[in-house]
């Protein structure tokens, strides 16, 4: 299983031409998957507030899938909604959203997958956020310091899964990744908390109340027989092997 894998990044001096990078239209012409992952600027050569207007929404191609995990005012809004209501040939998926908490409940509603802002939520995340912090004030303080991220990580409630028989690739994925996350559980608890409390209580509630998530990383997927085969692309997800 091979992915084509197009970059854009003008911040970093990387500009479309070099080597693996390219412009944002060039991404939106040829790319059957468009991922944001931008901070939020609004001044600047490199502005990313709407960064996705109306004209690239409109110019996405029939079945494109747009993921936005960076902030949801890189993206306009309207347009989006507007463009899924309308023709219909498009997915999102979105896990920020612009005037959070007080999200759009008709394009909450278009969307394939909707989450609320909780991309960098899991346990392991956390964890080295906070573990990062005491490294650097240890150094700060000059104080000596071996404390390793896995002294303060706990293991987790699935260690291993054990694939012996091949699959396909992409059942090879959905299986592990489900066995680690289900993103339709985050979808259904926004849909849920929403209606049920209002779009801003609901929303706040999913993120102040959310459940315990790990990384792909914590689960060691050992592959014998034909599954060894299933290798690459089972690393390139983040999962632990062992074969």
Known sequence: MSVATLACDPPSGREGGQAGFHSLDALIEHCDVLCLHTPLTREGPYATYQLLNAQRIHDLAPGC???NAGRGDCVDGPALRNRLAGKGDISAVLDVWENEPEIDAGLR?????????????????????????????????????????????????????????ALPPEDALRLCIRAVYDVRRDHDALQRQTQHSGMRKGFDDCRANYPLRREFATLNVMLSGEAVA??????????????
Request: charged share 10%; proline share 7%; aromatic share 4%.
């Open 109 to 165: 509603d278009l969307v394939s997958l909707a989450t609320p802002h909780i991309a960098g939520h899991s346990l392991d995340g956390k964890l080295r956020g906070t573990w990062m912090i005491q490294q650097a004030l240890a150094r700060h303080c000059g104080q000596p310091n071996e404390l390793t991220f896995a002294d303060i990580c706990p293991p987790p409630a699935l260690a291993s899964l054990h694939l012996q028989h």
């Open 230 to 243: 299933l290798e690459g692309v089972l690393r390139g997800a983040g999962f632990s092997l062992l074969l």
């Open 65 to 67: 899938v747009l993921l």
